[in-house]
Nanobody
């Protein structure tokens, strides 16, 4: 069982930055691929980005490329989502997810564990 706790959300003006963190419980963090997803009101949950268990492979949604960066610190059981040049359309609840050796990072069904989410609001 893995528990995920996100933090770092908040209110920011357009063009600003936020860094989300997701800390995982357990001793097998290094075997989990980690993903970030988001869900805006009235919309389906969508993939933002992910990083494979080794940390060497990342994948991003087109909307995140060039603005968002995912990194992980296996020593701290933590994955980060650095978000720059934020836009009002980035407003959503952001969720991190963990899945054992997930290859296809964009597939939400591949992740067994989900955090409770953290709200990100970008004002114009």
């Amino acid at each position: 069982q893995v528990q995920l706790v996100e933090s770092g959300g908040g209110l920011v003006q357009a063009g600003g930055s936020l860094r989300l963190s997701c800390e995982a419980s357990g001793r097998t963090f290094s075997s989990y691929s980690m993903g970030w997803f988001r869900q805006a009101p009235g919309k389906e949950r969508e993939f933002v980005g992910g990083v494979r268990w080794s940390g060497g492979i990342t994948n991003y949604a087109d909307s995140a490329k060039g603005r968002f960066t995912i990194s992980r610190d296996n020593a701290k059981n933590t994955v980060y989502l650095q978000m720059n040049s934020l836009k009002p359309e980035d407003t959503a609840v952001y969720y991190c997810a963990a899945g054992s050796y997930v290859y296809e990072l964009a597939i939400s069904a591949a992740y067994a564990y989900w955090g409770q989410g953290t709200q990100v609001t970008v004002s114009s």
